[in-house]
């Protein structure tokens, strides 16, 4: 830490009394005529802009801050981000001039803040690098380029046949208590030591599940690389309905600046940014209470006509931005509560269309053990194959299909007791290969020990062991590897594909741990 | 969102030019725009006027003799105008009449009226030089509102057709309370 002297207070001093605007302040203002549900009318404010952070002045000059919405003949309709009960009808309001921002920086890292930025974590202030624009234009097509980087969720099932890209929209659904939160999660403690910045956004949450992740990700070290912006079920809905664009504008600071806090460039390359937005569902829902209290027309299920393009302007803010821009990436998890698995519901069909993919979590499958509770044959990721590493292409290319047409015999199965020999193997292998799949909470895999535990399954090791065995199998086989083998899997890691020479040694040493292997424990 | 604006800007054309025609009359327009001004914030601010107003359950004429205690020593044209929207329940287009009738007025003048809120009474030689200012920069006639606030400390506030000149002293405290307090030393 600098010393501090008498001659640098005093240069502070005159640099901070030069920045004194002494100049006259001209603004515009109008009068609040009615005030309610979070909702104030105000008189006035011909010049207001849409989306213009509008400045109340409370009770006792309070300042409280508001988000003109609807631009009236002679009035503005505006929403209350602060206190309520702060502003009554007749109070002054000023347009700033600017539209909402927050900080960001390196120092919000670890912590826990509301969607205007505020630490809501008690570990006091945090000082922010820069302050980025809630609303922000996505990039354009040229600053872009193609997504060629995984996000390693550490999840066998979805690293291997739904891959997310990093700079990819990849949508999580289903039903309440199916695991979607779970499946965020393992990805922000599997991103520890690779590059990512997460950014874990809770709408509508209660405030002690979203302090139940924040020590889930504390425990496992995965705080360090996270900001957790919270916008719980008792705060407003106006807060609610900016919480994933203010998450994501933290996150923006990072991919568009440099590790040295200035402009991202070729030389200077932006950051990996993974947003997760926990979920979408509740801020469609906080939108529709906001829109109604405005007075907007209400359209399908209630929602205003523009709830589309809500979820549309907030996805398309993911990107990979091209080498000249840094090629930092914001990849963007959105997460969607179905009611009853019904996926034709408005809100899942129109963020459904708007993804790269969806990841569908089903009750069924959660209550019969397959946990996580991902359906293979309905989830799929449009773009995130260009990112996975050859060696997982190589052992999982065919694992989907192979899947499917399980599924499909498993029910023909059912009507018909005689199978034919190869029929029954390819029902056996199904069955196991399902089972290789189970994975519990909190349990990431790496990508080499995933290709490795999938080749093992492909390669016929797992066909003679009794089902139940499948996973006891695979995790003594990975322990194994580590201790013994530990230059295949670095090998694997590092040359990111499986050569002849690395084909024929993890045969050899697969089958060599299965001889050790007891099925009986 | 209203959908008749149309209908709306209407009815408060009507019942802004009739009063501005009963104020010329009586010569007292410019003091009329300050005291709509002051009922419509009355109206505003208390609920449980606009609630009185609104039922129907209340006879007329006890909403009448309401408005006439409320508003004692206001103009008998601006009452009347307000009775007459209280009567036919046109209490939505209460504040949208009082802008159109500002408007009218400034027109009818030729003058344009500013609020100034100092923190101690203008004395007449600071009056005149704020109209003769302002008279010469706009190319029209300035009629002042006065208000005091002795809570600008000093310095002055000029207000005119939805914009606000802040040049008190207060707020030049407050700019650089926020300048000062965002100070590192690093």
Redesign the interface.
Known sequence: ??E?TAS??DA??RR?LD????S????????V??VGDGIARI?????AMAGELLEFVGEG?KLVYGLAQ?L???EVGAVLLGDLTAI???DQV?TTGRIVEVPSGKDFLGRVVNPLGEPIDGKGPI?AEGYRPVEFRAPGVVERQGVNEPVQTGILAIDSMIPIGRGQRELIIGDRQTGKTAIAIDTIINSKGKDLICIYVAIGQKASTVAGVVETLERFGAMEYTIVVSASASDTAPLQYIAPMAGVAMGEYFIYNGADGKPASKENPGRHVLCIYDDLSKQAVAYRQMSLT????PGREAYPGDVFYLHSRLLERAVKLSEKNGSGSITALPVIETQAGDISAYIPTNVISITDGQIFLVSDLFFQGQRPAVSVGISVSRVGGDAQIKAMKQVAGSLRLDLAAYRELQAFAQFGSDLDKATQNQLNRGARMTELLKQGRYAPMPVEEQVAAIFSGNQGFLDDLPTETVVRFRTELLQYLRASKADLLKAIAEEKKLSDEIIESLKLAIASFKEMFSVDE | MRTNSIQLRAKALVYAEVLLEACKVSDNVFAVAGEFDDLVKAVRGSLELRKALKDKTIPLEAKKALVTELFTGYAPELLATFNVMVEREDLGVLSRARETFNTLAEEALNAIFIEVTTAVSLDDELRQQIISKYSAQLGCGVLLREYVDPDLIGGIVLMAHGKRIDASVTSQLESARHVLSKASVM
Request: no cysteine; net charge negative.
């Open positions: 830490m600098a501090i640098s207070i502070v001093l901070q920045a004194i605007n002494t006259v302040e001209s603004r515009e203002v109008g009068i005529s009615q008189d006035g404010l011909k010049g000059n609807n009236e003949e002679d009554k009808e007749n000023r000082e405005l007075r907007r027309p």
